[in-house]
Nanobody
Framework: QVQVLESGGGLVQTGGSLGLSCAASGSIFRFNDMGWYRQAPGKQRELVALATRGGSTTYADSVKGRFTISRDNAKNTVRLQMNNLKPEDTAVYYC?????????WGKGTLVTVSP
């Protein structure tokens, strides 16, 4: 039905920046919410940022002012620009797409922030 592919993870130093990209594709032509989640070792998966099709955005308190989510409805893509990265941001980041009430996940991309 839908496949989700994210990219852009890597290693960055504290205070650096990194951009993540996600593309959703499939026979479904309309995607509702698109967002990013992350899971650090020993912690539960948490919402990082979410963007609705209408343009509303939601951010976790821990990333407000540092991360920016954006999407292109025509291309079915969503980006996460991460600035002023901290070691606590180290995690596997997952792209999540909601389409007609169903959730679709990418395989994840690792972001490592060194001190």
């Amino acid at each position: 039905q839908v496949q989700v592919l994210e990219s852009g993870g890597g290693l960055v130093q504290t205070g650096g920046s990194l951009g993540l990209s996600c593309a959703a594709s499939g026979s479904i032509f309309r995607f509702n919410d698109m967002g990013w989640y992350r899971q650090a070792p020993g912690k539960q998966r948490e919402l990082v940022a979410l963007a609705t099709r209408g343009g509303s955005t939601t951010y976790a308190d821990s990333v407000k002012g540092r991360f920016t989510i954006s999407r292109d409805n025509a291309k079915n893509t969503v980006r996460l620009q991460m600035n002023n990265l901290k070691p606590e941001d180290t995690a596997v980041y997952y792209c999540n797409v909601v389409s007609y009430g169903a959730n679709f996940w990418g395989k994840g991309t690792l972001v490592t922030v060194s001190p």
